[in-house]
Every structure is written in C-alpha cells, then in structure tokens.
C-alpha cells in the first residue's frame, strides 16, 4: 500500500506543482477578473472566420466570394491590428474596446445580412471592416499581466497559461462554430461568435483595476516606443513566429489533401487536432518549469523542434507521417508562443505593449497567408510531397530568427553580466 502510495503520489506530484505554479498567478487581485472575460473573447475570435466563411458561403451561393471573404478578413485583421493596438495603449482598454466591439459586431453583422441580398464588394467591405476592428484579446490579456506582474518567473507560468488558452479555443471553436452553422441555422455561428467577443470584450473592459494606464505622452516618449518596436529581440521574435505561421498555413491543407488522397477525410478534423492537444501538454510542462530558461534559449530549440517535425513531414507525406509531424511540431507552439511574449513583456516600452503583442499575431497571420497560398498551388501541381519541401524553407526563417535573438542575447550578457 505504501508503495502504491509513493508511486501514485510521484506520477501526480508534477501535475500538482503545476497546478499550484497557475493557481498562485490567478491568485493575483483582479487576475481572475480578466483572465475569463478574455478567454471566451478569445473563443470569439477563434469562431469568426469560420463562422463568416459558413454564413457568406450559404447565403452567397458561392465558395470564391466565401473565401475572398476570409482572405480579406485576415489581411484587414493583420494590418489594421498593431494600428488599433496603437489606439488601445494611447487611450486605454477601458476607453477604446467598447468602440472596437461594437464596431465588429456591427460589421458582423452587416456582413451576414448583406451577403447574397447587396453587390459582392459591399459584402466584402463589411468583411474587411470586422477583421479590421476585431479584438485582439490575447493581447490585451498579456498587456494586463506584464502591468500586474513584476517576477520573471511568474509572467513565464502566465503566458504559458495564456499559450494554453489559446490552444483550447483554437481547437474547440472551429467545432462549436460548426455545429451551431450546421445544427441550426449558416449564420448562427458567425451570430454566436460576435455575441461571445462582445461578451468577454465589454466584460473585460469594465476591469479598470489591471488595465495599464493609458500613454498619451508625445515627443521624447514616442522616440522610445519606436525604438524599442525595433529592438532587435522583437523583430527576431517577429521573425519567429512569421515561421510558425507559416507552419500553421500549410498544415490545414497537407493534411487534407493527404486525407482526401486516401478516402479519409473524415479523419481530418481529428488529426489537426493533434497539434493543439500536445500543445496544451508542451505550455503545461514549459510552465512548471522550476528553473527559468533565457526565452531565446527556449525560441531556439521550439524552432529546431519544428523544424525536425517538418522533415518528417517531408520523409513521410502519408496521413500517419503528417500526424506524427503534427504532433512534434505542437509541442513548440506553446513554448514560442510564451516565449514571444517575454520577449515583448522585456523589450518593448510599456507605452507599446498592446502593440508589440498585436504585432507577433499579425506576424502569424501574415505567414498563414503566405504558405497557404504557396502550399496550395504546390499541393495542386505536384502532391503532399511537392508542398512540405518548400516548408523546410520557410520554418526555417523562424530557426535563423531565433538563432540571432540567441546569439545576440548571449553577446549583450557576456558584455553586461547583469543584463
């Protein structure tokens, strides 16, 4: 029996330790306040492209205006974001995210009643005004952490719980917004997706307690902030996670082309799954860790990680190759996504935040773009195994980033010990 004990109590020992590392953050006054409200903001936006893609689809008739439809959503949500993020760190959350929700949801809105009954650009238009306005609550999420803590370590456990989060909703909106699409009526996942970013949004912005104040200084302070988004840990951040999205952009399409190949695209929706659920496993265990690693120490081997996982996509373009690519690849996602965050949280001048946040999205989303377009055409003219080559090349913009991020961290250490 005591040995049971003793067994039992050093396999659930680290789930512990890792429990009571993310309760002692959520403990924080006003922690818990916004953390919630965030999180299902963050499900949100996690439902709304696919929610507009069903609802524009059905009511147009058309797959070309559906898809023109989300392109232009992601390229306005990826350029307008830092420009908004610059309105939120001037003015405050509490001012500017009531203004940014209700223009989404507005937008929204019009999209779904304009589409199919108005000309195409119109329903275009109100598309690419909602991606332009749509919250970044991730961001405005970490913005609140780095004002509400000061410890290395614990900013490290929040923005893995963040990394966490953002793997739940990416893995469970696309399925809720299915089903409300399918189940009820093609425009009720875009309806429920709107409902909940206004939900979580205007919740979070009545938490005036953990909001960072708001930076409307000029002169010498606007030099700072420009400099410091120029700070060289950010752009190589910038460059990591512009790699990773890049992962993500071809992922959706390898693996439905080698599903379909095979007579299995019903597996699909299971396989992609994958990345997410050892996601979760990965930002748990970078989390807990008791020692606290350099975030660019971290960035390199997440990237070498991804990077092996991508080979063995290209050795083995089956189904079964591409799942165990998957699942090698999505223990790095955490671990890059929470190191990017230190390193905004450290580089980036507190008059900026919200925008050094926002650009590491945007970065993803602008790698998203690019390799999905790429592997499409790839997938088309030559096969699965045509489209992972050129992926080598592409995630390894994100190992050469993180490389000189590293490099330079350790340069800039070994010249000012206390650095």
């Not at 780095?146 to 370590?153: E, I, M």
């Not at 696309?174 to 009820?184: D, F, G, Q, R, Y």
């Given at each position: 029996?005591?040995t049971?004990?003793?067994?039992l109590?050093?396999?659930?020992g680290?789930?512990?330790?890792?429990g009571?590392?993310?309760?002692?953050?959520?403990?924080?006054?006003?922690?818990?306040?916004?953390?919630?409200?965030?999180?299902?903001?963050?499900?949100?936006?996690?439902?709304?492209?696919?929610?507009?893609?069903?609802?524009?689809?059905?009511a147009?008739?058309?797959?070309?205006?559906?898809?023109?439809?989300?392109?232009?959503?992601?390229?306005?949500?990826?350029?307008?974001?830092?420009?908004?993020?610059?309105?939120?760190?001037?003015?405050?959350?509490?001012?500017?995210?009531?203004?940014?929700?209700?223009?989404?949801?507005?937008?929204?809105?019009?999209?779904?009643t304009?589409?199919?009954?108005?000309?195409?650009?119109?329903?275009?238009?109100?598309?690419?005004?909602?991606?332009?306005?749509?919250?970044?609550?991730?961001?405005?999420?970490?913005?609140?952490w780095?004002?509400?803590?000061?410890?290395?370590?614990a900013?490290?456990?929040?923005?893995?719980?963040?990394?966490?989060?953002?793997?739940?909703?990416?893995?469970?909106?696309?399925?809720?917004?299915?089903?409300?699409?399918?189940?009820?009526?093609?425009?009720?996942?875009?309806?429920?997706?709107?409902?909940?970013?206004a939900?979580?949004?205007?919740?979070?912005?009545?938490?005036?307690?953990?909001?960072?104040?708001?930076?409307?200084?000029?002169?010498?302070?606007?030099?700072?902030?420009?400099t410091?988004?120029?700070?060289?840990?950010?752009?190589?951040?910038?460059?990591?996670?512009?790699?990773?999205?890049?992962?993500?952009?071809?992922?959706?399409?390898?693996?439905?082309?080698?599903?379909?190949?095979?007579?299995?695209?019903?597996?699909?929706?299971?396989?992609?799954?994958?990345?997410?659920?050892?996601?979760?496993?990965?930002?748990?265990?970078?989390?807990?860790?008791r020692?606290?690693?350099?975030?660019?120490?971290?960035?390199?081997?997440?990237?070498?990680?991804l990077?092996?996982?991508?080979?063995?996509?290209?050795?083995?373009?089956?189904?079964?190759?591409?799942?165990?690519?998957?699942?090698?690849?999505?223990?790095?996602i955490?671990?890059?996504?929470?190191?990017?965050?230190?390193?905004?949280?450290?580089?980036?001048?507190?008059?900026?935040?919200?925008?050094?946040?926002?650009?590491?999205?945007?970065?993803?989303?602008?790698?998203?773009?690019?390799?999905?377009?790429?592997?499409?055409?790839?997938?088309?003219?030559?096969?699965?195994?045509?489209?992972?080559?050129?992926?080598?090349?592409?995630?390894?913009?994100?190992?050469?980033?993180?490389?000189?991020s590293?490099?330079?961290?350790?340069?800039?250490?070994?010249?000012?010990?206390?650095?």
């Open positions: 029996m005591t049971a004990r003793s067994l109590s050093s396999v659930l680290p789930f512990r330790s890792t009571a590392r993310y309760g002692r953050v959520l403990d924080h006054p006003g922690a818990l306040a916004f953390f919630l409200p965030a999180a299902v903001a963050r499900l949100g936006v996690a439902m709304t492209g696919l929610g507009l893609l069903f609802s524009i689809q059905h147009s008739g058309s797959f070309a205006v559906a898809g023109a439809s989300t392109a232009g959503f992601s390229i306005a949500e990826a350029v307008a974001g830092p420009q908004v993020a610059r309105l939120v760190d001037r003015w405050g959350q509490t001012v500017t995210v009531p203004v940014i929700v209700a223009a989404h949801a507005a937008a929204v809105a019009a999209a779904i304009t589409a199919g009954s108005a000309p195409v650009p119109v329903t275009l238009a109100a598309v690419m005004v909602a991606g332009a306005v749509t919250p970044q609550p991730g961001a405005l999420s970490a913005a609140r780095s004002h509400l803590l000061t410890d290395g370590p900013l490290r456990v929040a923005f893995s719980l963040e990394a966490n989060v953002n793997d739940v909703v990416f893995l469970s909106g696309p399925i809720l917004v299915t089903l409300a699409s399918t189940s009820l009526v093609p425009w009720a996942g875009s309806a429920a997706a709107a409902t909940l970013v939900l979580g949004g205007g919740t979070l912005s009545l938490q005036p307690r953990t909001a960072p104040a708001p930076r409307r200084g000029r002169g010498r302070g606007r030099n700072r902030t420009r410091s988004l120029l700070a060289p840990d950010f752009l190589a951040a910038l460059g990591v996670n512009l790699g990773l999205g890049c992962f993500f952009g071809a992922v959706p399409l390898l693996v439905t082309a080698a599903a379909s190949a095979r007579g299995m695209l019903s597996l699909t929706g299971l396989v992609l799954a994958v990345p997410s659920a050892a996601s979760i496993i990965a930002g748990l265990v970078y989390g807990s860790m020692a606290t690693p350099r975030p660019q120490a971290a960035q390199l081997v997440a990237t070498l990680v990077t092996v996982a991508v080979l063995v996509g290209v050795a083995w373009p089956t189904l079964l190759g591409l799942a165990i690519m998957l699942t090698i690849g999505g223990t790095a955490a671990p890059l996504l929470a190191s990017s965050s230190q390193i905004v949280q450290a580089t980036v001048d507190g008059s900026a935040l919200t925008q050094g946040f926002t650009w590491i999205n945007s970065a993803s989303a602008i790698g998203i773009a690019m390799s999905a377009s790429l592997t499409g055409a790839l997938i088309t003219h030559g096969g699965v195994r045509a489209a992972t080559m050129p992926l080598v090349v592409l995630v390894l913009a994100a190992v050469a980033s993180a490389a000189l590293f490099r330079y961290a350790r340069t800039r250490s070994a010249s000012d010990p206390s650095a």
